[in-house]
């Protein structure tokens, strides 16, 4: 521990570079999903984010994806084009719109997880407990959660 005291930029660099390859190749294992349904990078994070926040408002998925109004709008027609995605007007205030992956957003959502899946899964096979619980500490802590 006492070496991290004395990281110079050069590491540094090394991680950032680490957390980008390993970034690059995670989501080009998609890639070739994602150019089957003519979508992109920017719907792929819509449709995990959708995928783990069932029923998020659209204000909440702006926060979350960090683009523009513009940009959301644009992605979500490209996934109504594709019939992934619904909404739901909330009960209570119909002012807010929840999302929703549709059925065919659900399976689009696990052909694109599957692939992605093997190449963490093979990481986490291949590492022991402790690597991975310091691996998902540090993450956190990048992320600042």
Do not use: C, P, W
């Not at 659209?58 to 490209?78: A, G, P």
């Not at 694109?112 to 022991?128: P, V, W």
């Amino acid at each position: 521990m006492k070496e991290l005291l004395y990281l110079k930029d050069d590491h540094l660099k090394e991680f950032v570079e680490k957390i980008f390859v390993s970034y690059r190749e995670t989501f080009s294992d998609a890639k070739k999903i994602l150019d089957k349904y003519s979508i992109g990078i920017a719907h792929h994070k819509a449709i995990l984010l959708l995928s783990l926040y069932e029923g998020i408002t659209i204000s909440e998925l702006l926060k979350k994806l960090k683009v523009t109004k513009q940009s959301l709008n644009r992605i979500l027609k490209d996934l109504i084009k594709l019939d992934a995605i619904k909404f739901e007007k909330n009960k209570k205030d119909t002012r807010l719109k929840h999302v929703y992956l549709s059925d065919k957003g659900l399976e689009l959502f696990e052909e694109i997880f599957s692939i992605q899946k093997k190449r963490i899964y093979k990481a986490l096979l291949n590492s022991d407990s402790k690597e991975v619980l310091y691996f998902n500490n540090v993450l956190k802590k990048i992320i600042n959660e």
